[in-house]
């Protein structure tokens, strides 16, 4: 199909003004994993699924937005340092979103909301414009929606935190999304910087737990385990999967390849970063009680963390047509009957069948006869 007028605004590969911009993403994840691990209850994990389903939403807004809007221009790059400005305030409010008292989440979420439709429009695309015009103010809605969230705090809070989330994810289902073109080397590109990030946390937990903690076996054993984890799982991602998916978005028709894209890189996404910030948060206390017993929300933590990572990440695969995808689904199953071990033996002891069951299927699947890029 041949490219649309304006179709040369779109980049083929991440700029530098954009990994930058990234960096806010890490600070997003770090103040995540903190809720979680502060509150390693139903209650935190309800809040971290709110907050990142709405955060990714727009963070994903973004990727989409210099996909199609080159940002190689002055006023398009203040604009985008404006909305990662936005971005740092509201990834400072996290602590706080919840509390009732504090505007700051709401007000920044409206601010990136409201940078991110005028930064879209300078695209000269018709039908891209057109696009934004349909799904501006369904984003407009969610962002007053956390806004009064946070202002009402409660039950009632949690509810407009839950419509929010849910009218910004049905919001494709409702206005479609044919308008908007998809460049795929750079928007394959920039889903793993972001799956990058966030797997950086799961790093920076392990340091964080070890901080002020002698150098002994105990915390060099934990934390080489928890390192082995977050390479398992950047191997899942990033052994293949990642230039297959850029080969798959390519070879779908240009009018059709951005319905594809908010499956695997919207959808699918949300539930892998998620699992890397649970099991983030379980790493940040095991580091600290390496061979101790676990109590039932930590070791939850660990094998649950791995088993939504690995269910986002077979969606995923299933969505591009990666290649099989059963060995993964049994490793997840495999990974939350980890659970007993930890809660009767230690954490490390848990760690190490994670380790094993994750490193397994990973070198099994390597040495299986199926092509990659073909679903069974």
Known sequence: MARPPGQAEQVERVSTLELFFDLVFVFTITQLTAVLSDDPTPRGLLRVVLMLGVIFWMYDGYVWLTNAVAPDRAARRLLLLG???????????????????????????????????????????????????????????????????????????YLLWAA????????????GIGGFRIASAHFAERHG????????????????????????????????LGLLLAACLWWAYFGGDDSGAERALAAVPEDRRAALAVRAFGYWHLPILLGIIVLAAGLKHAIGHAFDPLDLAHALLLSGGVAVFLDGDIGFRRTLRLGPSHLRATAAVLALATIPLGLEASAVFQLSFLGIVLSGSLAAESAGTWPRGRQS
């Open 164 to 175: 929010a989330f849910a009218l910004e994810w049905v919001t494709p289902l409702v206005t």
């Open 83 to 157: 909305g990662m400005a936005g971005f740092l305030v509201l990834a400072l409010a996290i602590p706080q979103a919840f509390s009732g008292d504090d505007l700051a989440f709401g007000l920044a979420y409206l601010v990136v909301v409201s940078i991110h439709a005028g930064l879209y429009s300078r695209t000269s695309v018709t039908h891209t414009v057109r696009a934004l015009v349909r799904l501006a103010p369904f984003n407009l809605a969610s962002a007053l929606l956390v806004l009064a969230a946070v202002v009402a705090g409660g039950p009632a809070g």
């Open 193 to 224: 910087l972001v799956v990058i990030v966030a797997l950086g946390e799961s790093v920076v937990a392990i340091g964080i737990g070890a901080a002020g903690q002698p150098v002994d076996l105990a915390l060099t054993s934990v934390a080489l």
